[in-house]
């Protein structure tokens, strides 16, 4: 301070103590203003960053909303892509092009027209010169036939309806009927040949029929509306209504075989399992129900379907009941009680959780694409240790995919603190690091695999047919369903003919006797209907090599 500012100063120090004191109180003031500035800047970042995280996220919504309902549905990548750009995360390094394995490509049909099955009917067109073609231009002579060119077109002729006629004969005694026999009091003693139980009894549809129906909805989707107009076509009138009750008959026949094959899939030590909605019509709208799957090991090779109206954790729970064994799911929170129970142990998908950092590609694309060769490496190693047996499947898993899914491990826990929380990035992070103990467990055994594909597969018929028949009536119209994609699931497992293994069984389950009923299991009647075919196949050539000796 200077001479002149200090002659400024009062002598009293009560003056000079009471400027000190409002010195001080301006200070504080300005410190308090200042702080309370550096607070809302504070808060005005915050809430920046914040906007930036929901602009991001709703951005990344966009995109993946776009790209399912206008862009490709298959999740490829090449991680030497970032290279262009030089979008480099520092401490990342990307594996080298010709690093990794490469998974074997499956092999592709050759193109041009193939060669029309052997099974099919033939029907010879003869095409001939007429008597003036045949004449030779030349000399006028008629010419010889010296050869012949065939070629194959296929045909498709509408399918034919057929009304069978049951002609029970009726037989009764005449010489009873007449009184002239002793024995009795004149009755006839009437009596009428039986017919076999029908699938519906005093019903319309024969099991042929009801197979077509039950194929051309639930495996053709083919909504029940436009079934009645390709019947109308030849003259065939069915109402809606009708073809409704004939699937809920069908349901009703083939239920005994259903239920057989829940209890066989519930013998399993593995199981896959998954819902999706099923929109159920209800006073004017529609709400939405929830079919289950569940698809047993190879030991019980069905797949069986199971409806709730809702899709609370008590409808798995029910199903499942006292099961122990490993369940591959994905991360819903209903399981929650079943993997309490320790018996249970839970075996996450990492299709799930690739799919989340595929889609965060665009808000951070290093990372993810980082992420996205490291989940192809341990893809690999299952292509390559497929159709091997079970140790070798394993020792691939633990001296290949353990390294990598702890490189993984270690990068994500890295990696976390470096990106926004609210981020997509973070998200599919977080998801893989919360499902990580059940990500991993699946390399402890060779039965289970590395992802739940088979159970999304299994779900997709449904998926596909909803677009196309919409909503079912009711509840017990949507567990009718159930029932008998079951068997339409279980049979295309074992790549049978799902109409011809449904005609067999509404033909022969009504009146069966509970002991042959696994005789219908579509795994046990596939190994029949071979059985007999090459029964069959060897009668053929024994009459042809009698036929060739005489």
């Not at 400024?8 to 000079?16: G, H």
């Not at 010169?129 to 006028?140: D, H, I, M, R, Y």
Request: with cysteine; aromatic share 6%.
């Amino acid at each position: 301070m200077d001479d002149a500012a200090l002659l400024q100063l009062p002598d009293d120090p009560i003056l000079l103590k009471r400027l000190i004191i409002e010195r001080d109180e301006i200070i504080a003031n300005c410190n308090q203003t200042i702080a309370q500035r550096n607070s809302a800047v504070a808060q005005r970042d915050e809430s920046i960053q914040l906007l930036s995280q929901d602009n991001q996220l709703l951005r990344h919504r966009l995109s993946a909303l776009l790209r399912s309902s206008y862009g490709p549905r298959a999740e490829r990548f090449d991680p030497r892509q970032l290279l262009l750009f030089g979008l480099l995360v520092p401490r990342i390094e990307f594996p080298a092009a010709g690093s990794t394995q490469k998974s074997k490509s499956p092999n592709r049909s050759k193109h041009g027209r193939q060669k029309l099955p052997d099974h099919l009917p033939r029907l010879p067109i003869d095409h001939d010169l007429n008597e003036s073609e045949k004449a030779c231009p030349c000399c006028g002579e008629q010419r010889q036939r010296i050869g012949q060119e065939k070629s194959e077109q296929l045909e498709h002729l509408p399918c034919n309806f057929v009304v069978l006629e049951h002609i029970r004969h009726k037989y009764a005694c005449e010489h009873c009927n007449s009184g002239r026999c002793q024995k009795c009091d004149g009755n006839a003693h009437i009596d009428l040949a039986a017919k076999p139980q029908q699938p519906i009894e005093k019903g319309l549809a024969g099991p042929g029929l009801l197979a077509y129906v039950v194929t051309s909805k639930l495996t053709d989707h083919l909504p029940l509306h436009r079934l009645e107009q390709i019947f109308a076509r030849q003259q065939v009138h069915i109402s809606r209504s009708t073809l409704c009750g004939w699937m809920a008959a069908a349901a009703r026949v083939v239920e005994p075989l259903y239920k057989l094959m829940c209890d066989r899939v519930r013998q399993s030590d593995v199981l896959h399992t998954d819902d999706t909605i099923v929109p159920i019509q209800h006073e004017g709208h529609c709400r939405q129900g929830r079919l289950w799957t569940y698809v047993g090991d190879e030991h019980h090779p069905y797949i069986v379907y199971d409806f709730t109206p809702t899709r609370s954790g008590q409808g798995p729970l029910a199903w499942l009941g006292a099961w122990k064994g490993f369940l591959q799911a994905d991360a819903y929170a209903g399981y929650d009680k079943l993997y309490a129970r320790g018996d249970v142990i839970e075996v996450a998908c990492w299709a799930h959780a690739r799919r989340k950092f595929f889609d965060a590609q665009e808000s951070d694309p290093a990372r993810s694409l980082w992420m996205l060769e490291m989940i192809r490496r341990l893809y690999a190693v299952e292509s390559e240790a497929a159709g091997r047996d079970a140790p070798t499947h394993l020792l691939l898993r633990q001296s290949q995919s353990a390294p990598i899914l702890e490189k993984i491990r270690l990068w994500l826990i890295e990696q976390q603190a470096q990106v926004l929380p609210r981020s997509p990035i973070a998200q599919a992070m977080g998801y893989a690091l919360n499902q990580w103990p059940a990500l991993v467990v699946y390399t402890s055994d060779a039965r289970l695999s590395i992802d739940n594909n088979v159970a999304e597969r299994a779900l997709r018929r449904v998926a596909v047919g909803r677009k196309n028949w919409l909503f079912s009536g009711h509840d017990e119209s949507a567990q009718n369903h159930a029932i008998l994609w079951s068997l339409i699931a279980s049979a295309q497992r074992h790549e049978i003919d799902v109409q011809l293994h449904l005609r067999s069984v509404l033909a022969h389950l009504p009146g069966l006797p509970p002991e042959e009923l696994p005789n219908y299991l579509p795994d046990a009647w596939k190994r029949d209907l071979m059985a007999e075919q090459q029964a069959e196949a060897r009668a053929h050539h024994a009459r042809l090599a009698g036929a060739i000796i005489r």
